[in-house]
């Protein structure tokens, strides 16, 4: 048993080409499993969907046990945000067969899938270079993305109905992205007390989410790196000292010659 366990652990952590064939296949995983969830929102609940819903329930249960089995801190990993998504993800999924009623309160917790995207970041943290030179700008789009998609399954739960199909989904689509960049058209609103502060929410929310991307977009980017002497984690990408203490500094970089 802890020779499997080690096995494990150098597929999740390991160097060498397995296991970063391995850690690229999980987040090819995670990266469809979002796309799969936020596409299927809409549509109604069929045989097919159901045991589709199940087996990735079952795969998402293999791989959350796995990261848990070899963590130094089982406890720790409970607590994370994503590991907390994912168990209600899990728990909608498996659960959907045993109803025979509204599955509405399901399908917004399946969108807290895309939570899981900043698990993904993680790995890709560790895995690309290029992420780690672009991590500010590429948070900030997730942060953007996941708020849009995560809002528009609640708007479309809550103001329209599984029975609106996909045209309610796109209507849900449009009204939270009108309402965050305070466009306001009006033609989709709201006339609830409840549905009046999710729209105010979404307003004041978005604002900052765009705010957050414009300002990771357009100001000098910086990587990473946690200098050895006074911990300063944020450098430019051709530094060769720590601009706070001189310490020297050791970048990874694609091969270009620092000057």
């Given at each position: 048993m802890t020779d499997l366990k080690s096995k494990i652990r150098r597929l999740y952590t390991g160097n060498s080409k397995r296991a970063r064939r391995f850690r690229y296949g999980l987040i090819t995983f995670d990266a469809l499993t979002?796309?799969?969830?936020?596409?299927?929102?809409a549509l109604p609940e069929t045989t097919t969907l159901t045991?589709?819903?199940?087996?990735?329930g079952i795969i998402i249960v293999i791989d959350f046990a796995a990261r848990l089995w070899i963590s130094h801190s089982p406890r720790r990993e409970l607590t994370r945000i994503y590991t907390l998504a994912d168990i209600a993800v899990v728990f909608s999924l498996l659960l959907a067969p045993f109803i025979t009623g509204n599955l509405a309160f399901l399908r917004v917790l399946r969108g807290l899938r895309l939570i899981h995207a900043y698990h993904l970041l993680r790995d890709l943290r560790r895995e690309s270079l290029f992420f780690r030179r672009h991590e500010d700008a590429i948070l900030a789009a997730v942060n953007l993305f996941v708020f849009i998609f995560v809002t528009t399954s609640i708007?479309?739960?809550l103001a329209f109905g599984e029975a609106a199909g996909?045209?309610?989904y796109v209507d849900a689509l449009y009204f939270t992205v009108a309402t965050l960049t305070t466009t306001g058209f009006g033609d989709i609103t709201m006339s609830t007390p409840g549905g009046k502060l999710l729209s105010v929410f979404i307003m004041v929310v978005g604002v900052a989410l765009f705010v957050q991307l414009a300002r990771a977009i357009f100001q000098p980017s910086k990587i990473k790196h946690k200098c050895p002497e006074c911990g300063l984690n944020r450098h430019e990408p051709d530094a060769i000292h720590c601009k706070h203490c001189g310490e020297p500094l050791k970048i990874e970089t694609e091969g270009e010659t620092q000057g």
């Open positions: 979002i796309v799969y969830f936020i596409t299927t929102v045991v589709l819903n199940t087996l990735l708007v479309f739960v996909l045209t309610g």
